[in-house]
């Protein structure tokens, strides 16, 4: 039997550069790498009508950055307004620029079996903020942000980790829009 398994295991029907490409590629990184941006100015940072609402991109994958592991955007909410809601599995660091607020999150049950499954409590913890503070959303939350002022726009950073879609597991889904975006009218 150990015969058999040793005879299939040297088989060479088909071939590849796999590793090769591997290790151009990483040749490619380290001569690009030092060539892209470590500063990125206000005009280069691209605005963006989400389903999140409105959103300056600070560092994100498909800008030309020197930034490997973090997404962070600037995210605007009109006043007595909300975010969309949504839920991903990274977990989530925002800092509250200006304004006053509060979050819903819906704490999420899941199981990972051949299937992936989630399903989010019924009753949201509500979260009270303030210019100057900074929110913590754990992996896969249902979340949403509100601005309680009616005055006053809200202003925050919003920061999360690329790390988890390198392992597999970038799941993100929104289940409400912001009431503001104009790209998908009465879609949730």
Excluded: C
């Excluded at 899941?110 to 900074?134: F, H, L, M, N, V």
């Excluded at 509100?146 to 726009?153: H, L, V």
Aim: cysteine-free.
């Amino acid at each position: 039997m150990l015969y058999e398994e040793s005879k299939k295991a040297s088989v060479k029907k088909a071939e590849t550069d796999y590793y090769a490409e591997k290790l151009a590629d990483s040749k490619r990184k380290k001569e690009e790498n030092p060539k892209r941006k470590k500063v990125i100015t206000p005009e280069e940072m691209p605005w963006e009508d989400s389903p999140q609402g409105t959103i300056k991109h600070l560092y994100n994958e498909k800008m030309d950055a020197h930034v490997e592991a973090v997404d962070a955007y600037m995210q605007f909410i009109p006043p007595g307004s909300r975010s969309g809601k949504h839920r991903h599995m990274s977990e989530e660091f925002i800092f509250v620029l200006e304004g006053a607020g509060y979050d819903l999150h819906w704490d999420v049950d899941y199981e990972i079996d051949d299937k992936y499954y989630w399903k989010a409590e019924e009753t949201p913890s509500r979260w009270e903020w303030e210019q100057g503070d900074s929110i913590y959303i754990p992996p896969n939350t249902v979340h949403q942000h509100f601005n309680a002022d009616s005055k006053k726009p809200v202003r925050f950073i919003s920061s999360t980790s690329r790390m988890i879609r390198y392992i597999g597991f970038d799941d993100l889904e929104q289940i409400e829009n912001a009431p503001e975006y104009k790209g998908n009218k009465g879609a949730k």
